[in-house]
C-alpha cells in the first residue's frame, strides 16, 4: 500500500553532518495517505537494531542518549518526506539507518512501514 525510501547516506568524515530522508509514497494509484509521524532505527553489523528517535508527538520526540544534542528529526511535510538531521557525527554512529512511517490511509486508518535502510559510515 505505501512504501517507504530513506536516502542522504553515505561517508563522511567524525565531526561532520547528513541529512536523511525518509519518504512516502503509494505503490498504487487508489491509496490516498498521509505520513504523520516518523521514528527511526538504526543497526551496526553485528549488533541489534536500536532506536534512534521515537516521535511522540508534534513537540516530543525522544532521542537515544548516544545521539541527543546532535540528531534532530523534522516533521513530515506535504510531499511525505521527514528528515533526521545528524550534525558532529561519530565513527561510533556508522550503521544501517532505517525510517519508519506512521501513515493515516484514507478509508483503512493507520498504519506503519518500514523503509529498506540507507549506509552511514562515519570514517576518516
Known amino acids: 500500500q505505501v512504501q517507504v525510501v530513506e536516502s542522504g547516506g553515505g561517508l563522511v568524515q567524525p565531526g561532520g553532518s547528513l541529512r536523511l530522508a525518509c519518504t512516502a509514497s503509494a505503490m498504487d494509484s487508489g491509496t490516498t495517505f498521509r505520513m504523520y509521524r516518523t521514528h527511526w532505527y538504526r543497526q551496526a553489523p553485528g549488533e541489534e537494531r536500536e532506536l534512534v528517535a521515537l516521535?511522540?508527538?508534534?513537540?516530543?520526540?525522544k532521542y537515544a542518549d548516544a545521539v541527543k544534542g546532535r540528531f534532530a528529526t523534522s516533521r513530515p511535510d506535504a510531499t511525505n518526506t521527514a528528515y533526521l538531521q545528524m550534525n558532529n557525527l561519530k565513527p561510533e554512529d556508522t550503521a544501517v539507518y532505517f525510517c519508519?512511517?506512521?501513515?493515516?490511509?484514507?478509508?483503512?486508518?493507520?498504519?506503519?512501514?518500514w523503509g529498506q535502510g540507507t549506509q552511514v559510515t562515519v570514517s576518516s
Open positions: 519508519v512511517a506512521d501513515v493515516l490511509i484514507m478509508g483503512r486508518g493507520q498504519n506503519s512501514y
Open positions: 516521535t511522540l508527538s508534534d513537540s516530543d520526540t
